[in-house]
């Protein structure tokens, strides 16, 4: 790699560095904008004990989900989950930890967790078991929880467009939580579907600027639909 | 007679105004999406990232890429627009939404909601449920009036973990129209054939009832 150009040729390049007890943060909404390809690395380096932070847990053979035969992780931060059936044995067996986390919460430790701002007050979960041990403030006579920001040492993200910089757009609403995901990993990684020369993205239409990405490849996606639904 | 599923989602599309943006839950609370008034316009608001969230796609039209909240596929209206979840969450928690449907297991006085979670069952999460009543102004709860063992949803206190509290005041059951204020429920107006007693009956919390309490009608 010469300077900015981060590009590269192999999955083997891409997770390097991804060792057991790593937490890593994913991109994805349920199968939708998920970096199928360097999951399926992951899968491959057989890296163990690590936390996901993930909206969902993919399904039995699809997603993260296939992380699950193996036992790769050992705590999955997640606002829904369960979707697969090996989830639940393992969950409810007591091999795999659950942190469930409002959807808006996730989204926002990963946001802050990017930006440098530590934790948050948020008035969602209030008065509810997700915010059992933690802070609460009034601010304007409304209750507020204090939530922690979320960092990893790697994020992956799956992206439509990358330029050899970096610099990412997103298709549709694969966009999710790919460009928060990116924002947060100390090593983020950036599987696209196709790699384009600097210039051909136009600046103002940029969704994830190139500094905060350390690799980009090329994917190739299956992009598995999980709720087949058709107008009648 | 306790209404239809079909008749509780018309029921609530009738809080609906022109120029709203709504997040419709998953179950009724989608089926509202089927009885905007004629000559109306709202925008349907997807938590993943959509504003302007359209009808099913045809076969010709799916997009693994385009999505709901439901994770089913969709298309977007002209004029829609996709954005990151913090972004959604934003004009979510920021209280930009003007109208939010969504289920509960249980409801209480004081205007508390549990909806995510039964113990001793499995639990797969709050999604975007607990952001949504922490934020929204204006939400109106579906759910059937009592459970099928004849147990009733609207409660003195919820007994199951809670997803917002302080945050419900508007119900639309099979039953009736509640609305809640001042640590009670309110009988606004009854389903076609639906005596005040039998919704008294099936209403554990407190239910002021004053005067005469007018039946829903539905073309």
Sequence with gaps: MAGFDKVVKTYEEAMAGLEDGMTVIAGGFGLCGIPEGLIAQIKNMGTKDLTFVSNNCGVDDFGLGILLAEKQIKKMISSYVGENAEFERQFLAGELEVELTPQGTLAEKMRAGGAGIPAFFTATGFGTPVAEGKETRQFNGRDYVLEESITGDFAIVRAWKADRYGNCIYRDTAMNFNPMAATAGKITVVEAEEIVEPGELKPTEIHTPGIYVNRVIQGSFEKRIERLTLRQ | ?219
């Design chain 2, 1 to 219: 007679m306790a209404l239809t599923r079909e008749q509780i989602a018309m029921r609530v599309a009738r809080e609906l105004q022109d120029g709203f943006y709504v997040n419709l839950g998953i179950g009724i609370p989608t089926l509202v999406a089927n009885y905007v008034p004629s000559g109306m316009e709202v925008m349907l608001q997807s938590e993943n990232g959509l504003l302007g969230m359209g009808p099913y796609p045809t076969e010709a039209q799916v997009d693994a890429d385009m999505i709901n909240a439901g994770k089913e596929t969709v298309t977007a209206v002209t004029g829609a627009a996709i954005f990151s979840s913090a972004e959604s969450f934003a004009m979510i928690r920021g209280g930009h939404v003007d109208l939010t449907v969504l289920g509960a297991f249980e409801v209480d006085v004081s205007g508390n909601i549990a909806s995510y979670m039964i113990p001793g069952k499995l639990v797969k999460g709050m999604g975007g449920a607990m952001d949504l009543v922490a934020g929204a102004q204006n939400i109106v709860v579906t759910m059937t009036h009592a459970d099928k063992h004849g147990n009733s949803k609207l409660l003195e206190q919820c007994t199951l973990p809670l997803t917002g509290v302080n945050c419900i005041n508007k119900i639309v059951t099979d039953l009736a129209v509640i609305e809640i204020k001042d640590g009670a429920f309110h009988l606004i107006e009854r389903a076609p054939g639906v005596s005040v007693e039998e919704i008294q009956q099936k209403t554990a919390g407190k239910l002021v009832v004053s005067g005469e309490v007018p039946e829903m009608a539905f073309d």
